[in-house]
């Protein structure tokens, strides 16, 4: 965030206090998380990072990956002469990490590091199966988890614990299955992993907040030993309570239950091919549109004792949104929604974050689309495309609207509508909201953003109208946010 004169600063926040309505979430971050560049071509970050600084990005997450960093990764025995414990052990190879982290503290962006697997072999309960995600070992992560907090200990001051355990792609088995019937395996391993990991990472790094378990927000029903764990009924049986959020302590894996302790829910509510105000469903999955019953089944578990808030045991989670995105088609033609439509839902996902207050984060997944596969026989969508930038570098209409999200909520049937945007990086900006068409606008308001960039206000509409808003950056260029036309006593918002 760029530095202004306090003045300026307690000006826009007066100001932010009469314009902004009860709901809103001043302090919700926005940022980016591309593995891409940071873990598998990190010879780009250099180039990529001072970009994400200029398009507002806050925070930057960014996995840590056991396997990559750890020795010997195919061997059943851990190498010899390597000391986990020690972040200064020769045979970790922390380079793409530290390199990162540079980076992105040199931007002033925050790096959250997700420390998780795939596992070394030889980090497995039963490493003679040679799985990279089968039974991690806790004990032998939380040693990994603790040398990695000690290493970057006063730069990164934000760690989850694992990435989406609810899918087999990052942990192995999920279910537990007899003559075919199956019950709940990941969330019992998940909690035996982030029980020890999160006071070594509190150890290794005092006063770090650790999140989790970053969910996934889909899955199946248990008829298979991997099939996808539903993240809301992943959450109930990591805090073991039953489907009317009450105790449960007789259930497989919850005898001598104890509770995992964290600063914060981190969750991944990806809306596939639906628009923002769209639910999943099954009442087990969660999207961006599902944000209630994420809330009311992650307060059920804290209120049954089944999760411990760090942060305060009276204080209910705050929601961190580590990875969100939409994939477009071009080139996605299974899972992608259109270029313009992408640009919009994003925009107004952005909306819809900010409005919960109890939600802190929204980070966009990804800068640049993975490659499509072209291998015969392969998943040739088996990446993700939701990039801002296609593969070959050429941006998508995101790229354009993305550091100046704007949203004009109006209700069908109503005439009141909530006019919202930001001007990223943030600051106290002076924006200049507009309605018209083609070359002719009228300025409907004339105001001072908040200290993050944010503005927001009710206006009247009563027929068809489009509305864009407009303010001076740094370099003293004059930019132009995305227009929007709403029409009154319809549900449909669409873009030019």
């Known amino acids: 965030m760029m530095r202004i004169a306090l003045l300026i600063v307690l000006s826009a926040f007066s100001a932010l206090l009469l314009a902004a309505p009860a709901g809103a979430a001043p302090g919700m971050q926005f940022g980016i998380a591309d593995d891409g560049v940071t873990q598998r071509t990190p010879e780009l970050a250099p180039e990529v990072v001072p970009q994400w600084k200029a398009t507002g990005m806050d925070v930057a997450r960014v996995l840590v990956v056991w396997s990559y960093v750890a020795p010997g990764s195919d061997r059943m025995v851990r190498p010899a002469g390597f000391d986990p414990s020690n972040p200064d052990d020769p045979q970790y190879n922390w380079a793409p990490v530290d390199q990162v982290v540079n980076l992105l503290t040199a931007q002033g962006i925050e790096p959250i590091l997700n420390l998780t697997g795939y596992i070394p072999f030889w980090g497995s309960l039963e490493p003679s199966l040679r799985r990279n995600r089968y039974k991690p070992d806790p004990r032998q992560f939380a040693v990994f988890a603790k040398a990695a907090a000690q290493r970057y200990a006063g730069r990164v001051k934000r760690f989850i614990v694992w ?39 509190r150890e290794g790094a005092p006063g770090a907040q650790v999140f989790g378990p970053a969910l996934a927000p889909k899955g199946q029903s248990p008829t298979s030993v991997n099939a996808k764990t539903r993240p809301l009924a992943f959450l109930r049986s990591l805090g073991c309570v039953d489907g009317k959020l009450r105790k449960d302590r007789r259930s497989a894996g919850c005898k001598g239950f104890k509770p995992i302790t964290l600063d914060g829910i981190a969750y991944h509510p990806h809306s596939t091919t639906f628009a923002p105000d769209r639910g999943y469903t099954n009442p087990d999955d969660a999207d961006l549109a599902d944000e209630a019953r994420l809330l009311k089944t992650v307060d059920g578990v804290q209120k049954a004792g089944g999760l411990v808030n760090g942060a305060g045991a009276a204080k209910k989670f705050d929601i961190y949104y580590d990875e969100f995105g939409y994939q477009t088609n071009p080139p996605d033609a299974l899972l992608g929604v259109s270029l313009a439509q992408q640009s919009s839902w994003l925009q107004w ?97 004339a105001l001072t953003t908040d200290g993050q960039g944010y503005f927001q206000f009710t206006t009247t509409i009563s027929k068809k109208t489009s509305m864009r808003f407009r303010y001076t950056d740094a370099a003293g260029h004059t930019v132009t946010s995305s227009t929007m036309t709403v029409t009154p006593a319809k549900a449909k918002a669409g873009r030019r």
């Not at 209409?397 to 909520?409: C, G, I, M, Q, T």
């Open 163 to 201: 990435n989406e355990p609810n899918l087999p792609d990052w942990l192995q088995p999920q279910n537990s299955c007899n003559a075919g019937h199956c019950i709940p395996s990941a969330p019992q391993q998940y909690r035996e992993i982030a029980r020890l990991a999160v006071p070594a990472i």
């Open 349 to 445: 996902s952005a909306y819809k974050a900010y409005r919960q207050p109890r939600v802190r984060m929204l980070i966009q997944y990804l800068w640049r689309d993975d490659p499509i596969n072209t291998r015969v026989g392969s998943d040739k969508y088996g990446g993700w495309q939701s990039g801002l930038y296609r593969f070959d570098g050429n941006a998508k209409p995101a790229r354009k609207s993305f550091p100046n999200p704007f949203w004009v909520d109006l209700p069908k049937g109503r005439r009141t509508a909530t006019v919202w945007g930001q001007v990223r990086p943030g600051g106290a900006a002076q924006v200049t909201v507009q309605k018209g068409s083609g070359s002719s606008f009228t300025t409907v308001k």
